[in-house]
């Protein structure tokens, strides 16, 4: 049974920091690209970044977030992170992560909010 379980959401100020994880399981992780994408109230879902398959030798970032988020992954704990630091009150949102080879797998989502 594939999962891809989203945690480390929460209410922050402005300019804090949260990570993200999002453990994966019933697949092979390594060889899925691996993403965050992040919907706001009546926005459509968007990419927030992106990792390539494998060593995650490649990374792609939505203009809003170059500089201040970061993603990884560690293929030996089947987990991705999005590291995100200078928040803003635009960045609030529900994450989704999202595995992607041949087939298209998402999480649940977990909540980010960053008060002005």
């Known amino acids: 049974q594939v999962q891809l379980v989203e945690s480390g959401g929460g209410l922050v100020q402005a300019g804090g920091s949260l990570r993200l994880s999002c453990a994966a399981s019933?697949?092979?992780?390594?060889?899925?690209?691996m993403g965050w994408y992040r919907q706001a109230p009546g926005k459509q879902r968007e990419l927030v970044a992106s990792?390539?398959?494998?060593?995650?030798?490649?990374?792609n970032y939505a203009d809003s977030v170059k500089g201040r988020f970061t993603i990884a992954r560690d293929n030996a704990k089947n987990t991705v992170y999005l590291q995100m630091n200078s928040l803003s009150p635009e960045d609030t949102a529900v994450y989704y992560c999202?595995?992607?080879?041949?087939?298209?797998?998402w999480g649940q989502g977990t909540q980010v909010t960053v008060s002005s």
């Open positions: 990792i390539t398959s494998g060593s995650g030798d490649s990374t």
């Open positions: 999202n595995a992607r080879n041949q087939m298209n797998y």
């Open positions: 019933g697949f092979i992780f390594s060889r899925f690209h």
